[in-house]
Each structure stands twice: as structure tokens, then as C-alpha cells.
């Protein structure tokens, strides 16, 4: 028997004003186990939060749009820990919009909205362009999907958040394809979408625009394995593609991106093991990327190893990244600290086109990012397209990098400046392209591997290379 439930049909509205929470939650629990589908016509309905179970599907049409709530009292808190002493006090309550919790063979599609109502849960920036401040108490993860299998979201908007968009937590077999995440790049922590100790996840021809990470793969609650992102055009003013974060404690790894346009980016690709994660196979292939964005200190690609606050030590090694093109004013940065060593990272036929050149130098030592190779302040301020210390088989092929020849482009003067994780605010001088000398590649600690191209330093007769205790072979 095909059950489908109209919302309007048990009372829903949809008039920008009525309460619907009720009529939608009881269209849902009648179909819930059943195969059955929830069918939202267009309008606006406003919701406290909204559980969706298993052989469900939940269909939004397009005009429709589920808008999440205004006060903290109409979201139905979400404990995960039930009971398990080792989940941190961050993972418990959490109060989402939409939650797809203990579930299998879940589909949400269509082509509506889901909507947060993020700028009620902030208070503006000093100036317009600064970033929001988040209220104490907010709200959490818009749509939450929580220990969950076999999971389709397809072909829906999230938008205006009051924190994450879209978190996959501690679930299997997951599918997000043809969605478009679209958010004011002010509103704080705004997340594309989290891995939150997932496997198995797809993600595809998807557009995500945001001003806090694009895709985030971390390790919450467990490991994270086998996960492909591919097609995507990903805007963000943190980092679009994200594997780990500084508070990873589970290992990551095979994970694949490919295909993707990563723009307006302070870092594009970027891994990070902090608090004794490992991270390992992780390829990246066919990437344009631009770092244009309103922050100083741009990484096209950023790896970082180090140490945890209690002295834990991770690993990262065998990740590469093939055919990348990237207009950037930054460096590639990769750094392990004092008694780490990543391992085995080959970058193959990548590009850089410099529109000009931030110097790093002058301001990058008091940056206070938690993101920033913190423990390497050498490498955080050495002026290099490729930066490394502490890396064993370094393989670099076929990098190519293309200095600014003239004035700096209208689109690249941006006139003021944030740092990400700091308060400064940087007002550039653009009216020299090349404020300094970059070689091609800087190394300290570099530990076999190779260097081959035809990247030569920014000035002519300037050496390419600058190497200290290193046995990379220069080719």
C-alpha cells in the first residue's frame, strides 16, 4: 500500500505563522516504519524539531520551506550518550531542526528548504562585514542525522543556520547528493556539512556556500573510513575540504575528493592531526582552487601534525593531490612538529598563479589560530610557494607556479582583512604585487622524497630553494 500523508491534510498551513509542528510530527509517525512518504506543499511552516524514522521518506516541494525555531523551549533536546561515560559533555544535549536518530532507509528530497533562522540566535559584528557573535545558549546542528543507515538526502536547500547546516554523526552508508547549502558568511560556524564519525559517505553534485568550513571530516565518537566527496562547488571562507580538526582523537582515512571548485577560500584542502588521530590515504585529484578571501594568511593546501595538549601524538602520511590549479596569494604549508614527522606526501601537476604576494613575515608570528601550524613558527612565516618541516617522503612533481607580472587585480584588493582565530583586522597594500622574495620551495627536516618542476623563485637569480637538514633530492 503506497501511505502518503499530505501535511496540509492533517492540519498544516503553511502561512508563515501557524505553529505546524504538530500536523507535520504526526504525518510523520504515521508513516514512519511503513515506507511510506510525508509530502510538504509550498509555504512556510514553522516547527519546534522534527523526528524522522525509519523507512521514511519526507518530501519537501519546491516553495516549501521548514523553518526552525525562533526559541530555545520548542526544540526537543537530543541525548546521545545513553549512558556512555565517554562521550565528552559537548556531545550532549543537542537541539536540532530536523534529526534523523536510530534510524535505516531514510530519504529527505525535494526540491524545498530547510530553513534556521540563524541571525536570531546571533548579535551583528562592529562592522558589516565582520562576523556575528553567537548567543549563549544557541541551538545546535540544523539536521542532524545520529546513529543512523542507509540514509538519502537529496536535492533539498539548507539555509541561515544557527550553527552546522547538515552533521552526519556516528552513521553508515549515507548518500547526500544535488543539495545547495547557502548561508550569510557572517553567521559563526556555519558548517557546510560535518562527517562526524561516519563511514561509508557519499557526497555529490553539491554547491555549498559558507563563511565557516565547506565539508568537515572529523573524528567525534569514532573513526571515519571510506568517504568520497566529488562535484562540488564549495565556497568558504574557512576551509572548503577538511579532514580532522584540533580536537580529533579518532583516525581517519580513505577518503577521496575529486572534481571539485574550491573559491573565495582561506585554506582549500587542509588536514589536521592535534589531539593524536592518525590520518591516513587521503587523495585529492582535480581541484580548482582560488583563496580569495576576506582573511589574511591563505593556504591553497594546509597539513598539520602535532602534538595534543596532554602530549598525544597522531600520524599523518600517504596523501596526495594531483592536478590542482590554484590562484592564490598564499603558500602551501605542511608541518609537523618537534619529534613528528609526516610521512609520504606527493603533490603531482599542481599549479600556482600568484596575483600578488601576502608576505608572511611581518604578522603571521602573532596569529593565534588553533589552525595555523602553531608549534612551527619558522615555517609559519617563511615566504615559499611550497612550505615543509618535518615531513619524510616529500614528493613533489611537476609544480608550476606563475608569479604576478603586473598590478593586482580589482577583484583581489580587498581592502580590509580578519585572521582566522584572532581579532586584528589587516588593510593590505596592493600597490606592489611582490612586497617581497618567495622561492619555490623551503624545507627544514625534509627526509627523502623529491622536488621536481619548473618553479623557480619570484626574482630572477633568486634561489629556488631553501633547504636545512634535508635529504630531498632537488631535480
Known amino acids: 500500500m503506497n501511505n502518503r500523508q499530505d501535511v496540509h491534510e492533517l492540519g498544516a498551513k503553511g502561512d508563515d505563522r501557524a505553529d505546524d509542528n504538530d500536523a507535520i510530527q504526526t504525518a510523520l509517525d504515521r508513516v514512519a ?30 516553495g516549501a520551506t521548514i523553518v526552525g525555531p525562533g526559541k530555545l523551549d520548542r526544540f526537543i533536546p537530543q541525548d546521545y550518550a545513553k549512558g556512555d561515560t565517554t562521550v565528552s559533555w559537548d556531545e550532549i544535549p543537542k537541539r536540532h531542526t530536523l534529526v ?24 551583528p559584528g562592529a562592522t558589516p562585514a565582520s562576523w556575528w557573535r553567537a548567543v549563549d545558549p544557541r541551538p545546535d546542528v540544523m539536521v542532524a542525522v545520529a546513529n543512523s543507515r542507509d540514509v538519502v538526502i537529496e536535492g533539498i536547500t539548507l539555509t541561515d543556520p ?24 557572517r553567521l559563526p560556524n556555519n558548517d557546510g556539512i560535518d562527517i562526524s564519525g561516519s563511514q561509508d559517505v557519499i557526497i555529490s553534485d553539491s554547491r555549498i556556500e559558507v563563511g565557516d568550513d565547506g565539508i568537515v571530516i572529523n573524528g567525534r565518537r569514532r573513526a571515519v573510513r571510506r568517504v ?47 589531539a593524536g588521530a592518525t590520518i591516513e590515504d587521503v587523495v585529492a585529484s582535480n581541484l580548482v582552487v582560488d583563496t580569495n578571501a576576506p582573511l589574511a594568511f591563505c593556504r591553497p593546501i594546509h597539513l598539520d601534525l ?35 614527522m609526516v610521512e609520504d606526501v606527493v603533490l603531482r601537476d599542481v599549479t600556482l598563479s600568484y596575483p600578488y604576494i601576502e608576505d608572511p613575515d611581518p604578522d603571521a608570528e602573532g596569529n593565534t589560530s588553533s589552525q ?52 586584528r583586522i589587516f588593510h593590505p597594500d596592493y600597490s606592489n604585487p611582490r612586497p617581497c622574495e618567495f622561492g619555490a620551495l623551503w624545507g627544514r627536516n625534509l627526509q627523502g622524497g623529491w622536488f621536481r618542476g619548473d618553479a623557480e623563485a619570484s626574482e630572477p637569480g633568486a634561489p629556488r630553494t631553501d633547504l636545512e637538514d634535508s635529504t630531498i633530492r632537488v631535480e
Not at 509530502?39 to 511552516?45: A, M
Request: proline letters at 3%; charged letters at 25%; aromatic letters at 6%.
Open 372 to 423: 595555523f601550524s602553531n608549534n612551527n613558527r619558522a615555517a609559519r612565516r617563511a615566504r615559499a610557494a611550497v612550505v615543509a618541516e618535518n615531513v619524510k617522503g616529500l614528493g613533489i612533481d611537476g609544480l608550476r607556479v606563475r608569479w604576478p607580472e603586473c598590478e593586482v587585480p580589482d577583484e583581489w584588493r580587498i581592502a580590509a582583512k580578519r585572521e582566522n582565530g584572532g581579532t
Open 100 to 123: 534523523v536518530r536510530d534510524a535505516e532507509h531514510v530519504t529527505i528530497r525535494g526540491q524545498g528548504t530547510i530553513e534556521g533562522q540563524g541571525k536570531r540566535w546571533c548579535t
Open 33 to 62: 516504519g511503513t515506507g511510506g512518504t510525508v509530502f510538504v506543499p509550498p509555504g512556510r511552516y514553522h516547527v519546534g524539531t522534527l523526528l524522522v524514522r525509519s523507512r521514511t521518506t519526507l518530501e519537501l516541494a519546491a
Open 306 to 340: 602535532r602534538r595534543g595538549k596532554d602530549g598525544e601524538r597522531g600520524a599523518m602520511r600517504r596523501i596526495q593531490v594531483s592536478n590542482m590549479v590554484a590562484r592564490t596569494q598564499g603558500r602551501i604549508l605542511i608541518t609537523g612538529d618537534a619529534g613528528s
Open 228 to 274: 568520497v566527496v566529488t562535484n562540488c562547488l564549495i565556497s568558504s571562507e574557512c576551509a572548503a575540504l577538511k579532514v580532522g580538526w584540533e580536537y580529533t582523537r579518532n583516525d581517519i582515512s580513505q577518503i577521496a575528493f575529486s572534481n571539485c571548485v574550491l573559491s573565495g577560500c582561506n585554506r582549500g584542502l587542509a588536514a589536521y592531526s592535534c
Open 162 to 185: 544557527p550553527n552546522w547546516n547538515l552533521d552526519l554523526y556516528n552513521s553508515e552508508r549515507i548518500q547526500v547528493r544535488g543539495v545547495t547549502i547557502a548561508s550569510d558568511p
